[in-house]
């Protein structure tokens, strides 16, 4: 039925105008987000909300099957790995405490640990390409005409002379290459 529908199509050239609205709905429930918080951006009932939440989480079956995993290995461990490549780790302090004094944790609490650790692997894993390209581009960069002006959350900066065009396609290339190892 959904299908056949098209105000249930949404894309750049189908309902554009909702298409604004919808991005922080599935972004917003891959990183944690509830029926509450799907209820306060689209400003619907939470009883739609819901539905929404359901039918996105029944949608998007594996990566939520893979994110429930993620959430219930990291509070059995007391630390979530934010991704295998640079296994860092995030100790879950609080959670910890709560254990060791063999209390549970006030559900509003856990409910917050959940939704942290639903948007750690993203945005963790995010920050450690970053970082790696910082690193790499740094170095590449020392003996040439170039330099980093900055970062802006998943933006770099960088500044070269105008005659060595070169030197961008191979930061592209060195990025591109640095983001691929994080795939697995």
């Known amino acids: ?9 949404v894309s750049s050239t189908e309902n554009s105008n909702l298409r604004t609205a919808h991005k922080p709905v599935l972004f917003g ?3 944690g987000a509830s029926a509450q918080r799907i209820s306060e951006i689209l400003n619907i009932p939470k009883q739609v909300a819901t539905k929404i939440y359901n039918a996105l989480r029944d949608l998007l079956k594996p990566c939520f099957t893979w994110l429930d995993n993620y959430v219930n290995t990291s509070l059995q461990q007391g630390y979530a790995v934010v991704n295998p490549i640079s296994n860092r780790r995030v100790w879950l302090r609080e959670y910890n405490s709560y254990m060791r004094q063999g209390r549970q944790m006030p559900s509003n609490k856990l409910e ?3 939704r942290q650790l639903y948007n750690l692997p993203m945005q963790g894993t995010n920050a450690d390409i970053m970082k790696a390209i910082l690193k790499e581009t740094f170095e590449f960069y020392k003996p040439l005409p170039a330099q980093i002006l900055g970062t802006v959350h998943d933006e770099l900066k960088f500044q070269f002379v105008s005659s060595e065009l070169w030197i961008a396609d191979a930061t592209k290339t060195l990025m591109e290459e640095t983001s691929n190892k994080f795939l697995i």
Do not use: G, W
């Open 1 to 9: 039925i959904i299908k056949k529908d098209k105000l249930f199509v």
């Open 29 to 31: 429930i891959l990183y």
């Open 112 to 114: 917050n640990l959940k």
